[in-house]
């Protein structure tokens, strides 16, 4: 099992290495069989040092809702951007929020931001590492820019429950 890890640390690159060099060629001949399967052993083991540790997914079925909450928040914002953008734009309500986490990890950071920005009307600017102690240097506020911002409360509340929440879950964190 050390040798499998060893030879292969990152067996799922491995197989995309793989698959993608034989659709570029659109060849299985045996010379790119062996380049394929050359570049999928090489490459991450050539890598691996540049990558950090990340924590793993503890539990996929929330996952997997998680994933599927995001899809159809994704269409309902849509629909919403849609109804604010035909309307008078003088009822737009743009604005900057602050939402406080209470997440440490780079993944589930990126993922929660990704999420916000993924969904019409809202963009991830900027984590924000402002703290009142010294003492933690880890990041402490997501900094949201909203196309129409009518409660600033309620929209960090959502945010929180919503997509923060099953996210600490999810990893553990």
Excluded at 86 to 106: D, H, I, W
């Amino acid at each position: 099992m050390r040798l499998l890890n060893t030879l292969l640390p990152t067996p799922a690159r491995s197989l995309l290495l793989f698959v993608v060099w034989l659709l570029l060629n659109n060849s299985i001949a045996p010379i790119h069989l062996l380049v394929a399967a050359l570049l999928a052993l090489v490459i991450p083991q050539l890598t691996v040092s540049f990558r950090d540790p990340q924590p793993p997914i503890r539990r996929w079925g929330l996952a997997v809702r998680y994933i599927a909450r995001v899809l159809i928040d994704i269409v309902l914002a849509n629909l919403q951007v849609i109804q604010l953008v035909l309307g008078p734009n003088k009822n737009l309500r743009p604005g900057f929020v602050l939402v406080p986490l209470s997440m440490t990890e780079a993944l589930p950071l990126t993922i929660l931001a990704g999420t916000v920005s993924l969904t019409p009307g809202t963009v991830s600017a900027e984590i924000l590492p402002y703290q009142l102690d010294a003492t933690s240097s880890a990041p402490k506020y997501l900094l949201l820019h909203v196309l129409d911002l009518q409660n600033e409360a309620e929209l960090v509340a959502s945010i929180k429950q919503r997509y923060e929440q099953p996210l600490k879950e999810i990893f553990q964190c």
